[in-house]
């Protein structure tokens, strides 16, 4: 079985500290993204991956930074935790369709709920 | 940019009955996917089900199946003999087909909280 690890499932963080929160997955997909879901809003994109060292901004970035040095891992980070991004984290990981018919099955984590006080 | 609307923010069914969770979305693209994920209180997304646009026919695994309607872009989400472990939230969610990196990602809606009376 496909098996996505968050580092932490709940966090509690002071106002202004740099947080990290790690995703790895152990099947060697390309593809990691990093969720945020509050309720009412459902799940919005933060950033993706394809690739080691590659990233790609989704529709709220701001604020957030990723690292992924190694394909497994792939880092959410909160240079200056704001109390607005007290939220559930939700990684994902996704192998590369191999082509454009291909429906692959995205994996998610268990989830971080991160508490910024 | 796609987006994905779920009008039911709750919703509730005795359990053995059927229930049908509704899902619209907005896109100007003809070929996408289309998912319904679950998310029990363990917080573990599960992929329930999911629908290739290019497909005619509806999909369908055991006791959930969908009714995709292309043209009135409608992928509703039914759940027969309902049991008590179908208590979760229900998200569904949009990709689109094309395989150029920046088009990976999946757009969720909001969700429908689904209960089981027993």
């Known amino acids: 079985d496909v098996k996505v690890t968050q580092s932490s499932r709940y966090l509690v963080k002071r106002t202004g500290e740099k947080v990290f929160l790690e995703c790895v997955q152990d099947?060697?997909?390309?593809?990691m993204f990093w969720y945020r879901q509050d309720p009412g809003l459902g799940l919005r994109l933060i950033y993706f991956?394809?690739?080691?060292?590659?990233?790609e901004k989704g529709d709220i970035p701001e604020g957030y930074s990723v690292s992924r040095e190694k394909k497994e891992r792939f880092s959410l980070i909160l240079e200056s935790a704001s109390t607005n991004q007290t939220s559930m984290y939700l990684c994902a990981s996704r192998p590369l369709p191999r082509d454009t018919t291909s429906n692959t099955e995205a994996f998610f984590g268990q989830g971080t709920r991160l508490t910024v006080v | 940019a796609q987006t994905v609307t779920q009008s039911q923010p709750e919703m509730s069914v005795q359990e053995a009955e059927t229930v049908t969770l509704s899902c619209t979305y907005d896109?100007?693209?003809?070929?996408?996917?289309l998912f319904w994920y679950k998310q029990p209180p363990s917080r573990q997304m599960i992929l329930v089900i999911r629908?290739?646009?290019?497909?005619?026919q509806n999909a369908t695994e055991n006791r959930f199946s969908v009714n995709f309607q292309k043209a009135a872009k409608s992928f509703s989400l039914k759940i027969s003999d309902s049991q008590l472990g179908d208590a979760a939230m229900y998200f569904c969610?949009?990709?689109?087909?094309?395989?150029?990196?920046?088009?990976?990602?999946?757009?969720f809606g909001t969700g429908t909280r689904l209960t089981i009376i027993p």
């Open positions: 629908q290739e646009a290019y497909k005619q």
């Open positions: 969610a949009y990709r689109s087909v094309r395989a150029n990196f920046g088009n990976e990602k999946l757009t």
């Open positions: 896109t100007s693209e003809s070929d996408y996917y």
């Open positions: 991956s394809y690739d080691v060292k590659m990233k």
């Open positions: 099947m060697d997909h390309e593809n």
